[in-house]
């Protein structure tokens, strides 16, 4: 599904007029439609009787907005809209006006179940109006008064295409925006949506219509990660399979201060469906791992004070019939540390391709290779790195890296693209960057999964992955799509806080039943 900067936009709309006739009002019509069928899905179904104010605006999103209600008003809601001061659009049949003032918004909103905002779309960057600041304050203000038993609760807000003041190409936001509970884009996600703050004013995002036929073809750009390429993405299970079919992965993770890591990213491995996982530790930290994982196995290796040199020699003997090697989680910042991660390094160029295990460094295996200059020249081709914004910043030599901002596009595209790398720049909307300039992001803000260690989770998943034969460009997207959707189930299972990285994965299993079966 791509994501398209605000001249994306216009050029396939001009295309879908050039190329296919559908002009500006056939679109519209088909938006409409499609936002008025967005809500009404979103409540249940039945929405007669149900009372909507519209926020209409003078453009194309006001128009949108008017078709919406001419469908509404046919379903039975009460629709109520106001005009914003120069709309001269005409009400749809039975479809009521509040006026331009704020007066009469004031008294209709006192009754509304929904508020629609129609006001601007994606073409407008400037700063809101101050009467529509007014307006939409309104409707803030009615939704943060705490309401009492016997009051009406708060109303529902939906965006048509975009929250108005939010910029559809940065993601900033205007101080007046309304926060939505339903954000219906239209045609395709918008660059600004998967940008913060922007991100945190959609609510629920729906991708509605207009019209556009299934043979129009976009250039590349931008994706996000959906449902239909998750599934097209999970490795094939065949029913005379073995243990032996789903591949081996190794995990060299985990340390006296952080030693729950490794025990998280195996057991990720494990449940995303990797054949056999096998944790390479010290025989003190394996009988710990011993007691709450008795499914893995594990490759002893000498103690962290030995000769790191030593310590990579047992490893890369140990990693012989390995398909997938994930290095890094909870290692730790001792002087013996990155030594062996560049030995290691070297012992898996120096391997014959088709014996070389495809590797994922996380966490303290790129805050230790972060001292070593040019160190990505020595991993192997094919490698996945998976950095948070400040492991990023550390590995590009202190460069600020946001969590949310537009910055992290650039960055994320051109790491992968210098470094021939696959990248995962961990945040709210994680990226991910193949080195060919391939870019996705993921739609899943949750923060249920604002803990420790659920990024030593998707590392394992993603090792599990690469385990069960999918590439690393492939691997990476579909862990980071199946991470979201576990964490989605955290979350409705037990709200936004209080969950930890152990709750993930339990539910790594059902996220993949659910992509597999298309729910």
Known sequence: MRVVSVD?????????????????PTLMEHAGRSVAEALRERLGGDVRGLRVVTLAGPGNNGGDGRVMNQHLTEWGV????????????????????????????????AEADVVADALLGTGHARPLDPRMRQALGLVAALRERTPAPVERPRPFVLAVDLPSGLNADTGAVDEGALAADLTVTL?????????????????????????LPDAMRFPPGLEMLSMSEARALLPHRPADSNKGTYGKLMVVAGSPQFIGAAALCGAAGARVGAGLVTLATTPERASVYAATLPEVTYL??????????????????????????????GLSQAAGIQPFLLATLAGLRALPADERP?????ADGLNALAKEPEW??????????????????RLRGGERVSSGGADRLAVAVQTAKDWNLVVILKGACPLIAAPDGALRVNWSPNPALATAGTGDVLSGMIGGLLAQGCAPWEAASLGVYL???AGARVRARLGEAGAIAPDLIPELPLAIRETRAGR
Request: negative net charge; charged residues 25%; glycine residues 12%.
């Open 358 to 362: 495809r590797l994922l460094v996380d």
């Open 187 to 211: 045609a395709c996600p918008k660059v600004g949506l998967v940008l913060f703050p922007g991100a945190g004013y959609l609510g629920e995002l729906v991708v509605g219509s207009i019209g």
């Open 78 to 109: 009460r629709v109520t809209t106001w005009r914003w001061r120069d709309n001269m659009m005409e009400l749809a049949q039975g479809e009521k006006p509040a006026g331009d003032d704020l007066a009469g918004l004031r008294a209709s909103l």
């Open 376 to 393: 990505w020249k020595l991993a192997p081709e094919g490698t996945i790195i998976t950095p948070h914004p400040g492991e990023m910043a």
């Open 8 to 24: 994306e936009m216009r050029a396939i709309e001009q295309r879908a007029e050039s190329e296919h006739g559908l002009d500006s």
């Open 483 to 485: 991470h979201g959707r």
């Open 300 to 329: 002893l290796l000498p103690p962290d004070q030995a000769d790191p040199q030593a310590r990579a020699r047992a490893l890369l003997d140990g990693l012989r019939g390995y398909d997938a090697l994930v290095m890094g989680p």
